[in-house]
C-alpha cells in the first residue's frame, strides 16, 4: 500500500510561486507513475501534470503548461510541482496521486493511490 502526503501549499499573491511536495511511502516510488490533479471550490477535479518513471515523460494541462514543472526525485521518494506565475484561478487543494500503470494519465480513475491533498490560495 502506498501513502502519499502532499506539502508546500499556501496563501500567495498573484504572480507568486510556490513548490508543492509529495513524498510516497510504502511502494518502489521508482516504478510508480505520479499525478498532481487540482479541485476549486464548486469544481470538478482537474488534471494539473503527470510524470511517469521511464524518461521521465511529463504531461501539462494546457492551463498550466509553462507556468507549472512537475519533477521527482526518486532517492527522496519525493515527486514536485513548481508552480510559477500563479493566477486567482490556480486556487484549489491540489492532490497527488499514484499508480503502477507507465501511462501518463490524466483522468483520476486510472490512479490507484492518493493522497490527502493541500491547500493553495492565489489572491489577485
Known amino acids: 500500500q502506498v501513502q502519499l502526503v502532499e506539502s508546500g501549499g499556501g496563501a500567495v499573491q498573484a504572480g507568486a510561486s510556490l513548490r508543492l511536495s509529495c513524498a510516497a511511502s510504502?511502494?518502489?516510488?521508482?516504478?510508480?507513475?505520479m499525478g498532481w490533479f487540482r479541485q476549486a471550490p464548486g469544481k470538478e477535479r482537474e488534471f494539473v501534470a503527470a510524470i511517469n518513471w521511464v524518461g521521465p515523460r511529463v504531461y501539462y494541462a494546457h492551463s498550466v503548461k509553462g507556468r507549472f514543472t512537475i519533477s521527482r526525485d526518486n532517492t527522496k521518494n519525493t515527486v514536485y510541482l513548481q508552480m510559477n506565475s500563479l493566477k486567482p484561478e490556480d486556487t484549489a487543494v491540489y492532490t497527488c496521486?499514484?499508480?503502477?500503470?507507465?501511462?501518463?494519465?490524466?483522468?483520476?480513475?486510472?490512479?490507484?493511490?492518493w493522497g490527502q491533498g493541500t491547500q493553495v490560495t492565489v489572491s489577485s
Open positions: 496521486a499514484a499508480d503502477w500503470k507507465l501511462t501518463l494519465a490524466t483522468i483520476g480513475s486510472d490512479y490507484k493511490y
Open positions: 510504502g511502494g518502489t516510488f521508482s516504478r510508480l507513475t
